[in-house]
C-alpha cells in the first residue's frame, strides 16, 4: 500500500463549482497532515495543515479522520486561479514530510 | 516575507560529474530538507539535517549524496557522481522547529538537474 495514496484526477470544474479531494495514508503513527498546492514546475507551497477537529481558511476546508486514516480537502466557490495539483502531505516521523502524487485541479471559465 | 532561495535555478551537467547544489535556509529556521521531484513524478523526501548532523535520510540518499552548513547560511547537496537518473527538480526546504510539532517546512523554487 502506498504511504499517501491521491486520486490523480483532473478534476475538471466550472468557476464557482464545489470540488472535494480525498487522501488515504498508510502510517497510523503519522503525527501532522497538510495540503500543499504545487503550480506546474514550481516549488510546493502549503495551503493549510490539517486538524483532527477540522479546520476551515476562507474557501478551504479540511478534515482529517484518524480511525480510517483519511484526509479531505474541499474548495468552495472555485476560481480560476485554483487550478493546480494539490498535494496531500504526511508527517511519519518528525524529520521528513511524505507526499502524495497530487491531484490535478482544472476550473474552467 | 522571508523565503527559501536556491542557486542555480538550472544545472546542466555530464554523466559522472559533481555537483552542488545551494539553498538560503530562512534566516531564523534550525532544520533544513531536501526533496527532489523527478519530472511527473511526487515529491520525495531526500534528508533532513538538524545542529550539523543528518536527522534522517531516504533510501534514495546513498553514498553518492552529502550535505553541508558551510557557513551560517548556506546549506548545500552534493552529488559526487551524477548519473542519468538523478535528473530531477531538487527542492530545499527549512522549518523553525520539527515537522513532528506541527511546523510548516517552507520550499525553496528548486533547482532543475539535467545529467546528459
Given at each position: 500500500?502506498?504511504?499517501?495514496?491521491?486520486?490523480?484526477?483532473?478534476?475538471?470544474?466550472?468557476?464557482?463549482?464545489?470540488?472535494?479531494?480525498?487522501?488515504?495514508?498508510?502510517?497510523?503513527?503519522?503525527?501532522?497532515?497538510?495540503?500543499?498546492?504545487?503550480?506546474?514546475?514550481?516549488?510546493?507551497?502549503?495551503?493549510?495543515?490539517?486538524?483532527?477537529s477540522g479546520n476551515e481558511d476562507?474557501?478551504?476546508?479540511?478534515?482529517?479522520?484518524?480511525?480510517?486514516?483519511?484526509?479531505?480537502?474541499?474548495?468552495?466557490?472555485?476560481?480560476?486561479?485554483?487550478?493546480a495539483t494539490y498535494l496531500c502531505?504526511?508527517?511519519?516521523?518528525?524529520?521528513?514530510?511524505?507526499?502524495?502524487?497530487?491531484?490535478?485541479?482544472?476550473?474552467?471559465? | 516575507?522571508?523565503?527559501?532561495?536556491?542557486?542555480?535555478?538550472?544545472?546542466?551537467?555530464?554523466?559522472?560529474?559533481?555537483?552542488?547544489?545551494?539553498?538560503?535556509?530562512?534566516?531564523?529556521?534550525?532544520?533544513?530538507?531536501?526533496?527532489?521531484?523527478?519530472?511527473?513524478?511526487?515529491v520525495e523526501f531526500l534528508v533532513?539535517?538538524?545542529?550539523?548532523?543528518?536527522?534522517?535520510?531516504?533510501?534514495?540518499?546513498?553514498?553518492?549524496?552529502?550535505?553541508?552548513?558551510?557557513?551560517?547560511?548556506?546549506?548545500?547537496?552534493?552529488?559526487?557522481?551524477?548519473?542519468?537518473?538523478?535528473?530531477?527538480?531538487?527542492?530545499?526546504?527549512?522549518?523553525?522547529?520539527?515537522?513532528?510539532?506541527?511546523?510548516?517546512?517552507?520550499?525553496?523554487?528548486?533547482?532543475?538537474?539535467?545529467?546528459?
Amino acid at each position: 500500500r502506498k504511504e499517501v495514496e491521491q486520486d490523480p484526477g483532473p478534476f475538471n470544474v466550472p468557476e464557482g463549482a464545489t470540488v472535494a479531494f480525498n487522501c488515504t495514508y498508510s502510517n497510523s503513527a503519522s503525527q501532522s497532515f497538510f495540503w500543499y498546492r504545487q503550480d506546474c514546475r514550481k516549488e510546493p507551497k502549503l495551503l493549510m495543515s490539517v486538524y483532527s477537529s477540522g479546520n476551515e481558511d476562507g474557501r478551504f476546508t479540511a478534515q482529517l479522520n484518524r480511525a480510517s486514516q483519511y484526509i479531505s480537502l474541499l474548495i468552495r466557490d472555485s476560481k480560476l486561479s485554483d487550478s493546480a495539483t494539490y498535494l496531500c502531505v504526511v508527517n511519519p516521523s518528525s524529520y521528513k514530510l511524505i507526499f502524495g502524487s497530487g491531484t490535478r485541479l482544472l476550473v474552467r471559465p | 516575507e522571508p523565503e527559501v532561495t536556491q542557486t542555480p535555478s538550472h544545472q546542466v551537467t555530464q554523466m559522472g560529474q559533481e555537483v552542488i547544489l545551494r539553498c538560503v535556509p530562512i534566516s531564523n529556521h534550525l532544520y533544513f530538507y531536501w526533496y527532489r521531484q523527478i519530472l511527473g513524478q511526487k515529491v520525495e523526501f531526500l534528508v533532513s539535517f538538524y545542529n550539523n548532523e543528518i536527522s534522517e535520510k531516504s533510501e534514495i540518499f546513498d553514498d553518492q549524496f552529502s550535505v553541508e552548513r558551510p557557513d551560517g547560511s548556506n546549506f548545500t547537496l552534493k552529488i559526487r557522481s551524477t548519473k542519468l537518473e538523478d535528473s530531477a527538480m531538487y527542492f530545499c526546504a527549512s522549518s523553525e522547529l520539527l515537522a513532528g510539532g506541527g511546523d510548516t517546512q517552507y520550499f525553496g523554487p528548486g533547482t532543475r538537474l539535467t545529467v546528459l
